[in-house]
């Protein structure tokens, strides 16, 4: 500055001066510097901290959306419960932290006062159950099953119960419409766990601690969409965590109507007939067992042929799914899942698997054209067949002399079929096989879709097998050194003889394997659902549908429907009139063949019927039932484990479903009238302008005998008794844990696959 | 003893004159260096409307009137734009012959708030409760008297010619004359004041041109202050934890680290151009304390945004900025000391203040000069502005 001299100042104070100048304006400098970092460089990242700060979330779970069957009747719906719940802020606001309201609420809802204080206070790690774990600021339920009395008292005295609330919510029901209990195909609910909500926190839908999810069946495979988004409602709050505002809220978005194709009617007669029929076994004999049969399980499967959609799905055991509703209690679990149980949970239609007997004989029939044989040529139906010196006996029929192969479908001749597999197994190289065996009774299985799921709409579908040269070596691979080990001891025993012939050359293909291979016997296994599918495409002429239950999703305003159209995952390898030819045959076995005796009557003109029976032989334990059927319409497959014959134990349960679905009566009549769903249901149900979907009333069931389910405290039992355990919200509170994991030991036809 | 230094020093006469003698040409008024008065009235006045946004929900403190602090920062304004002009009308020279009874004064004062006159606020003994709600925190003030009585001992010899630079005697005179109210504001404890202090000892010092081995000596004494005062364990354990929670916020953000965290989140979370006045939820929500007084940057940078906060910067760069020529212009040593000292004192503190709600500086009680509310600290401040206008308009005019 021009000044300086002019003062004659020295010129040390005017450097330190200058000095000072340099340091105080870096100093401002590093300021500006450090509220750019802050502000602009991670401004995003504070706002986002600021706004957790002070904004508390009070959840409002959606309503989960219905399982409807085919003609709107809900299976699965919500029912409306007064809960009483707590408001934890409001009552931390009072001089004795709400100890006195709760005393009073104690006593309107009858219930001990140490018990209500337990349920409102926070979990920490020094604190046992009951506790709250969920949001401080979302209402505590106290309990669900308040009367109207009661959730009267709370709010006309308002004014003694600040911060308490008794309000209708909804509570998942399985109603069992017209009895039709369908347990396994619905699936159940259980809380969320922790795991869960921290793999979807990240992912479009997160989870609330709120939240059930689907844990088996239709509630498993749709329960994204069940499910709905729970409404979230903001407040802004400061640093006391006093209400300050409301920030942006989004309402609860109820979940979509799930629509099947389950007729409820239709369901509860194929759980009747199912049970009957398997009670019916146990009243047979069984020469080979000198016992009654045991008939432990059992499955039905009635599917549309035309599209592969299911109209009922049975299994026994079964249980009541209301049992999950609220939390199971450790005991109803036991009874469910523990080794006594004989795994009720289990869908036996898909999650069943066994030998198949003769129902397989469809595949050999077309592996045996496929090959070159004649269909129409005669084969010999000899009594017996035999392989160097092995004899292997005509089960299910007699010697019958030179047939074609529709006779030996019709009669179920099992040396038909061993001749002609043991000749492939010869051209094939015998015990010396070829380098690429054409192996066409292996292959048309595949192409029938053995050994893979069918991909139904239902989850944990097992796959069942195909013995092939490949499983076979696989399989010796994996137990060679057990069987190997066995064999050396010097017992005489079935299973060790087996074990020595298994570790000596198990890992081949044996004539006797293929022989039993081509009447359904030996280590092939089929679930209901397989075989419903390659009946039901041999019925519509050869389109193998992925079978599914799930018919179409409605919003819950009755908007946007969408439906789920029938998906085909391949054709059945069979020629145009190889297929008429089996139709034919198959035709044939109702008219005078193995299942005759069980069809006297039926008006085949009318209402043509085809089936094929089958007796699986389970090693060390009674004969499997199978019994495939189907008309132009419907194909339905039975099996009973332990159950005897096809035709004898799963042949009148079969008809009787036949004859509901199209109105016959004892005597072959048709009465229109009566008849159920002489065609299927294409129509989807009535949806109004309300989003609500009309339902038909269903006819209360006539007075026969219930089906017996596992023992479970139902829900109507647990009301009379007032034990009923609490439906809260709170998924620490230890319902047992989730069931996705318990994997049950095989059952007899039963194996769950996890 | 000012015309005596040989240059034609004209020297105003601050008698009540007319409207005319205001205006004329080279009067007061032409001469007051009005950029640093409206820069220095724009902060206050930003400060008024930040105060009142930090306070109007905070019903505890305003006692339901929410424009109660609003009123009572333009209060402190005013009466500090009063002293402004006092100071101003009396003349710094006029106030140099005062300086010696000022001194005394603001060491009674200091002590009588370590007497029981005196009341703890936030863990440190600095103030003085009087009558009608008001309190009077002393070591402001002290501030100004330490410049003024060590600018006094240090020019003395050096205005009236006799020497160059001060002598070693005056620099150690000068020194133990301030070392006396620092250590008792050290008492209190008040350690942020004594920072201020210690900088602007330094600082004026530096200005008073000092031998270089005071200006090392004086840093390396600090720097051994710093290390004892660590190792003996001289400070308060709130001491200790504010410092730990300046260095690592992370390390517990619901105890020491919580202010220092709700206050970088409340300053990040304005963004560019902050969420709008009386709108900041960390502000609403009352998540930073102390957010009237020491903490108001941080309504200024959630609410105003990276241009409200770089504004206030910018402005207390045009304060000092205005300050620093008006110390290279003093035509005495007097003066430029004074300004200097001034200069330090508002630099650091607003660098300690800002800082601390930025997160790189510990936390300390020291209010952001103008802007935070607080009486003492205002008028100290306005009176600062003061002496640099009395300063600047005695400069020589240029020929």
Redo the contacts between chains.
């Keep these: 500055m021009s000044n300086i001299p002019e003062t004659g100042r020295i010129t040390r104070v005017t450097i330190r001066l200058v000095v000072i100048q340099i340091l105080v304006f870096s100093l401002l400098l590093t300021l500006g510097g450090r509220l750019w970092y802050l502000q602009i460089r991670n401004g995003d990242e504070y706002s986002n901290q600021a706004s957790n700060n002070h904004v508390q979330q009070v959840v409002e779970p959606a309503v989960r959306g219905s399982i409807l069957d085919a003609r709107g009747v809900p299976l699965a719906d919500n029912q409306t419960r007064l809960v009483v719940s707590a408001s934890r802020t409001e009552l931390m606001k009072m001089a004795d932290d709400g100890q006195a309201v709760l005393t009073r609420l104690a006593e309107v809802l009858d219930m001990e006062t140490k018990d209500v204080t337990d349920k409102v206070r926070l979990c920490d790690s020094k604190t046992p159950q009951p506790c709250w774990n969920g949001s401080p600021y979302q209402p505590i339920p106290i309990t669900d099953e308040a009367t109207t009395q009661q959730a009267l008292q709370i709010r006309e005295r308002a004014e003694d119960f600040p911060g308490i609330s008794a309000e209708p919510t909804a509570v998942r029901r399985y109603a069992a419409p017209g009895d039709a209990n369908t347990a396994q195909v619905l699936g159940y609910l259980s809380p969320v766990t922790d795991e869960e909500m921290k793999k979807a926190e990240d992912t479009e839908s997160p989870l609330l601690r709120a939240d059930q999810i689907g844990r088996s069946g239709l509630e498993r495979t749709y329960d994204s969409q069940l499910r709905g988004k729970a409404g979230v409602t903001r407040y802004e709050v400061d640093n006391l965590g006093r209400v300050i505002g409301k920030a942006k809220s989004d309402p609860a978005v109820p979940g979509a109507n799930v629509v099947t194709s389950i007729d409820a009617r239709l369901q509860a007669i194929a759980e009747k007939e199912l049970y009957k029929a398997m009670k019916a076994a146990r009243k047979e004999h069984d020469r080979n067992t000198n016992q009654n049969y045991k008939a432990d399980a059992g499955a039905v499967v009635v599917m549309e042929s035309k599209t592969g959609r299911i109209v009922s799905m049975a299994s026994n055991p079964t249980y009541d799914p209301n049992a999950w509703v609220g939390g199971i209690s450790g005991k109803d679990y036991q009874r469910l899942t523990g080794k006594d149980s004989n795994y009720p949970l289990l869908n036996r239609a898909i999650q069943g698997q066994a030998a198949p007997g003769s129902i397989f004989k469809v595949i050999s029939a077309t592996a045996a054209v496929n090959a070159g044989y004649d269909f129409d040529d005669k084969y010999n139906c000899s009594s017996a067949f035999n392989i160097g010196g092995q004899v292997f006996k005509n089960f299910e029929s007699k010697g019958y002399g030179p047939i074609d192969i529709a006779r030996a479908l019709e009669v179920s001749c099992d040396t038909v079929f061993y001749d002609l597999a043991y000749k492939q197994w010869q051209k094939d190289g015998g015990n010396k096989p070829k380098d690429k065996p054409a192996d066409h009774f292996y292959k048309t299985a595949h192409q029938f879709g053995l050994g893979e799921e069918t991909g139904i709409d239902l989850p944990n579908e097992v796959a069942g097998r195909v013995p092939d040269r490949k499983w076979k070596k696989d399989y010796y691979e994996a137990n060679k050194d057990a069987w190997c080990k066995q064999a050396k001891s010097k017992k005489r025993d079935y299973v060790t003889q087996i074990a020595r012939e298994n570790c000596a050359e198990g890992m081949k293909m044996r004539a006797g394997d293929s022989v039993n291979y081509s009447i359904g016997q030996g280590d092939t296994l089929v679930t209901p659902i397989q075989m419903a599918t390659i009946y039901s495409a041999i019925s519509n002429g050869g389109t193998l549908y992925d079978p599914s239950v799930g018919k179409a999703m409605v919003s819950p305003d009755g908007r946007h429907v969408k439906e789920i159209k029938p998906t085909a995952h391949g054709r059945l390898p069979m020629r145009g009139d190889t297929r008429d030819k089996v139709d034919k045959a198959l035709a044939g076995v109702v008219t005078n063949g193995s299942a005759a005796w069980r069809f006297g009557g039926w008006p085949q003109d009318k209402i043509p019927m085809h089936a094929k029976t089958g007796t699986a032989e389970v090693h060390g334990k009674q004969t499997t039932s199978w019994f495939a059927s189907y008309t132009k319409d419907y194909t339905i497959v039975m099996t009973i484990s332990q159950g005897g014959t096809g035709s004898g134990a799963s042949g009148p349960a079969v008809r009787n479903i036949y004859s509901a679905l199209y109105g016959v009566d004892a005597k072959g009549g048709i009465d229109r009238k009566k008849a159920l769903l002489p065609s299927p249901q294409a129509k989807l149900p009535k949806i109004q302008k309300d989003g609500t979907i009309e339902a038909p009333q269903i006819k209360p069931p006539k007075k026969t005998e219930p089906v017996e389910t596992a023992p479970v405290l139902a829900a109507g039992e647990r009301d009379q008794r007032g034990q009923r355990p609490l439906v809260t919200l709170d998924a620490g509170r230890s319902p047992v844990s989730a069931p996705t994991t318990a994997t049950p030991p095989l059952a007899a036809t039963g194996r769950r696959d996890t | 003893m000012s015309a005596s230094n040989g ?1 034609s020093v004209r020297r105003f006469s601050p008698e009540p004159g007319t409207w005319g003698k205001l205006t004329a040409r080279d009067s007061i008024v032409r001469r007051l260096d009005w950029t640093l008065m409206f820069s220095a009235l724009a902060l206050s006045a930003m400060g008024a409307v930040l105060v009142y946004s930090a306070t109007r ?1 905070r019903t505890e403190l305003t006692g339901g009137d929410q424009y109660s602090f609003l009123f009572r920062h333009t209060l402190n304004t005013s009466i500090g734009l009063t002293l402004m002009v006092v100071t101003i009308w009396l003349g710094h020279r006029t106030l140099r012959g005062a300086v010696p009874v000022l001194y005394v004064l603001s060491v009674v004062l200091v002590l009588a708030v370590l007497s029981p006159l005196g009341s703890t606020l936030n863990g440190a003994h600095s103030w003085i409760q009087l009558p009608g709600g008001f309190s009077l925190q002393p070591s402001e003030f002290t501030k100004v008297t330490i410049i003024l009585v060590m600018a006094m001992l240090l020019a003395a010899k050096v205005d009236a010619g006799d020497r ?2 001060p002598d070693h005697r005056t620099v150690l005179q000068s020194l133990a004359i301030a070392a006396v109210p620092i250590a008792i504001v050290l008492l209190m404890p008040d350690l942020g004041s004594v920072m201020v202090m210690a900088v602007i000892v330094l ?1 004026v010092l ?4 000092a031998s270089n081995r005071w200006i090392a000596g004086i840093l390396g004494t600090g720097l051994l202050g710093i290390v004892l005062i660590w190792q003996l364990n001289i400070l308060d354990q709130y001491q200790i934890d504010r410092f730990a929670a300046f260095a690592n916020p992370a390390l517990d953000p619901a105890g020491v680290g919580y202010n220092t965290n ?1 206050a ?9 151009t902050g969420s709008g006045l009386f709108k900041g ?2 502000t ?4 930073v304390p102390e957010q009237q007084t020491d903490f108001v940057f941080t309504v200024a ?2 609410e105003l ?2 241009l409200g ?2 504004l206030i ?1 910018l402005l ?2 045009v304060v ?1 900025w205005r300050a ?2 008006i ?5 005495e ?1 007097y003066g ?1 000391i004074v300004a ?1 000292g001034v ?2 004192w508002f ?2 503190q ?2 300690e203040n ?2 601390m709600t ?3 500086m510990p936390v300390t009680g020291l209010p952001l000069p103008f802007v935070s509310y607080g009486g003492t600290s205002m008028f100290a401040a306005w009176i600062a502005i003061g002496l640099l206008q009395s300063i600047r308009v005695q ?2 005019i ?1 020929a």
């Excluded at chain 2, 970088?264 to 963004?271: E, F, K, L, M, V």
């Design positions: 240059f929900n160059e630079h600082a530096l200005a008073s041109g709700q970088r989140i409340a300053i990040g979370s304005g963004q560019l939820s960390q609403t929500g009352q998540f940078g959630e945004g990276f906060g770089g910067i207390v760069g000092l620093c020529r110390a290279r212009g003093a035509p040593l430029t200097a200069i330090a630099a650091f607003s660098f800002i800082g930025l997160g790189i400069r020589p240029s």
